[in-house]
């Protein structure tokens, strides 16, 4: 069985860019999660989807950051335009009806922001 | 702010010992505590949580929960150099099911 699938793993770009990171939930599970982790500030939540619909944004650091998730098995993070202090770990999660008991993470994009 | 701390480490422990991972809390109202394994270079794996005060044993492993204190922690006997990890500590916070505010983790080596 599939679990959590991210792309791409490993991503370097320019100050400047736009960054676009994609997740696969595991088939079933109606929760995404976005996390962020950094060596500073540890994992912290970006963004948590219920059914399709954002319902916790509040992790979002600032407008350069966007999350969608236009169907049940598909979520991008955008990142415009990308600055150094984005360097980090991406995981993507999904959840059995959000509770964090079932919440599995994907295997996480490293980002890399020059 | 709600916040988890831990003790960074690392912590050292022999082949066989009793590895014991400790965690406060500063949100009163959390209901929910996890511990989240995290090998090097991957993603963080859920191993226990509790919910009650008191111990809950899992194989190896036991969380053992005081909210009185804001203190909860994780035994893990018979130390095997695969236990050797970073193990974060996460809280439900704002009284949610589903947002956890996560301790930056203790990493722990069990020496063979």
């Known amino acids: 069985d599939a679990g959590v699938i991210q792309s791409p793993r490993h991503e370097v770009t320019e100050m400047g860019q736009e960054v676009t990171l994609r997740c696969k939930p595991i088939s079933g599970h109606n929760s995404l999660f976005w996390y962020r982790q950094t060596m500073m500030r540890g994992l912290e939540l970006l963004i948590y989807f219920n059914n399709n619909v954002p319902i916790d944004d509040s992790g979002m650091p600032e407008d350069r950051f966007s999350a969608k998730m236009p169907n049940a098995s598909f979520s991008t993070l955008k990142i415009q335009p990308s600055e150094p202090r984005d360097s980090a770990v991406y995981f993507c999660?999904?959840?059995?009806?959000?509770?964090?008991?079932?919440?599995?993470f994907g295997p996480g994009t490293r980002l890399l922001v020059l | 702010q709600k916040e988890v701390e831990q003790n960074s480490g690392p912590l050292s422990v022999p082949e066989g010992a009793i590895a014991s991972l400790n965690c406060t809390y500063s949100d009163r109202g959390s209901q929910s505590f996890f511990w989240y394994r995290q090998y090097s270079g991957k993603s963080p794996e859920l191993i226990m949580f509790?919910?009650?005060?008191g111990d809950k044993e899992d194989g190896r492993f036991t969380a053992q929960l005081n909210k009185a204190s804001q203190y909860v922690s994780l035994l893990i006997r018979d130390s095997q150099p695969s236990d050797s990890a970073t193990y974060l500590c996460a809280v439900n916070s704002g009284g949610s099911n589903y947002k956890l505010t996560f301790g930056k983790g203790t990493l722990l080596t069990v020496n063979p």
């Open positions: 999660a999904s959840s059995l009806s959000g509770r964090s008991e079932t919440q599995y």
């Open positions: 509790i919910y009650s005060n």
